[in-house]
C-alpha cells in the first residue's frame, strides 16, 4: 500500500508543480523571450499555438498569453494525469485489502477531484490575474461570464463561455 499511496502523492505533487508551471508561463508569456518559453512549453506537451489572426478575440483584454491556447494546455495536462491515474485507481481496487482500500480511495477520491475541476479553476485564477481593469466608464459597458469575468460579446447567444467553458444564462449573455 505504501508504494500505491507514494504514488498517488507523487503524481498530485508533479500536476500541481506543471499546472502553476503553465499558469506562470502564461502570464509572462506576453513579452518576446516569454512567448519564447511559452511556445516551448506548448509544444512540450504537443499543444499547438493558435494562429495569430484568431489569438486574441477582440472582446479579451488581458494581459498574458490567448486564454485559449492556456485552456488547450490544462486539457493536455490533465488528460495526461488523469491517464496515469486511471492504472492507480485499478490497482487500488483490485489489490489492496478491504481495510486499505477506504484510506487509498479517499487519496484517490482528492486527486480527481482536482483534475476534474483543474482546468475551470486553473482559468478563473488565470483570467482573474490577468484580466486589464477597465476604467469607470467600461465597467458596465458588457455583460461578463459570472464565473471568470470574461466579457461577452454583444448581442451574442452563447450558450457556453469561450474562456472558462462555464454555462451561461439568457440573462448572462445580453
Not at 51 to 69: H, K, Q, T
Request: aromatic fraction near 4%.
Amino acid at each position: 500500500m505504501a508504494r500505491l499511496a507514494d504514488r498517488i502523492e507523487r503524481l498530485h505533487t508533479e500536476l500541481h508543480a506543471q499546472v502553476t508551471e503553465a499558469v506562470a508561463t502564461a502570464l509572462a508569456g506576453t513579452a518576446r523571450k516569454g512567448r519564447a518559453t511559452w511556445t516551448s512549453l506548448l509544444a512540450s506537451w504537443g499543444v499547438r499555438p493558435l494562429p495569430e489572426e484568431e489569438a486574441r478575440p477582440p472582446e479579451e483584454r488581458s494581459d498574458g498569453v490567448p486564454s485559449l491556447e492556456l485552456r488547450h494546455l490544462l486539457e493536455a495536462i490533465r488528460i495526461t494525469a488523469q491517464r496515469q491515474l486511471n492504472p492507480l485507481k485499478r490497482a487500488a481496487r483490485l489489490r489492496l485489502p478491504r481495510a486499505d482500500k477506504r484510506t487509498m480511495t479517499t487519496k484517490i477520491d482528492a486527486l480527481q477531484g482536482y483534475l476534474d475541476d483543474l482546468v475551470a479553476q486553473q482559468m478563473r485564477r488565470y483570467l482573474k490575474a490577468a484580466q486589464r481593469h477597465p476604467g469607470v466608464s467600461g465597467i458596465f459597458a458588457r455583460p461578463q461570464c459570472p464565473d471568470c469575468g470574461a466579457a461577452r460579446p454583444s448581442g451574442s447567444e452563447l450558450c457556453v463561455c469561450a474562456f472558462c467553458g462555464s454555462g451561461l444564462t439568457a440573462k448572462e449573455t445580453q
